[in-house]
């Protein structure tokens, strides 16, 4: 009996200081989240951003005009005014119909013997009109600015229509490259570079000519 008694009394002995430790610490670790900043907290709210992408409008029609150089052969370079209009099937294809005007300079020939022409006043102008598929090839942004991204796309076209030159309708190919950037949802500048072929018989010669064209427009989505 008086053993029993000696043992509890050892226990109780052992059991109240680490009682009044466990006490101390979670004091302690009361007083530390008390004491703590609410800055340093994770806040698990996101702020999200708000990005405004400038997609093609809604409508699939595009319209628009342009100017640039001609390379006629054997005609020198002259300045060349056009319109153009497209229709885009989907992201990465659209068909374009183009109208484009120009007037052929003096050849080399004509320069060199004065006095000698070979086509008339009329004869010099040069219209074509063509209509082609235009692929998509390298879709994507172009950061102009440090918080501003625009879209646009280098894309292949080809093509095939008539050229009115020197008193005759010249069937014609149309195989080119050009970039397209968009300003919004409604506004694109384009550069285009394009290489008209058809067969000329100017010199006596029928042969088949390269007539290279590069040009800078302005488009419009509606």
């Known amino acids: 009996m008086e053993t029993r008694f000696l043992c509890t009394v050892l226990a109780a002995s052992l ?8 006490a101390e610490q979670e004091g302690d670790n009361k007083a530390t989240v008390r004491d703590a900043d609410a ?30 150089i001609l390379s006629i052969e054997d005609f020198g370079s002259d ?7 497209d229709y885009h099937l989907s992201e990465d294809v659209f ?21 000698v022409q070979l086509l008339t006043d009329d004869e010099r102008e040069y219209t074509y009109y063509q209509v082609g598929v235009g692929y998509n090839l390298l879709p994507g ?17 080809g093509g095939a229509g008539m050229t009115d030159f020197a008193g005759d309708d010249q069937f014609t190919l149309s195989l080119g490259v050009g970039y397209r950037l968009l300003l919004n949802d409604w506004m694109a500048v384009r550069v285009d570079m394009k290489d008209h072929i ?25």
């Open 15 to 22: 059991l109240l200081p680490l009682q009044s430790v466990a």
């Open 39 to 68: 800055e340093s907290v994770l806040d698990p709210r996101i702020e999200r951003r708000h990005i405004k992408e400038a997609d093609i409008d809604a409508e699939n029609f595009e319209i628009g005009l342009y100017t640039g």
């Open 79 to 85: 300045p060349v005014l056009g319109v153009r209009l």
């Open 95 to 115: 068909l374009e119909g183009s109208l484009g005007r120009s007037k052929a300079g003096e050849t080399s020939f004509e320069t060199l013997n004065a006095g």
């Open 141 to 157: 942004e172009a950061f102009l600015s440090g918080n501003r991204a625009y879209n646009n796309a280098l894309y292949l076209m």
């Open 198 to 222: 058809f067969n000329l018989d100017v010199l006596g010669e029928d042969k088949t000519t390269h007539n290279l064209e590069l040009t800078a427009g302005i488009g419009v989505f509606f």
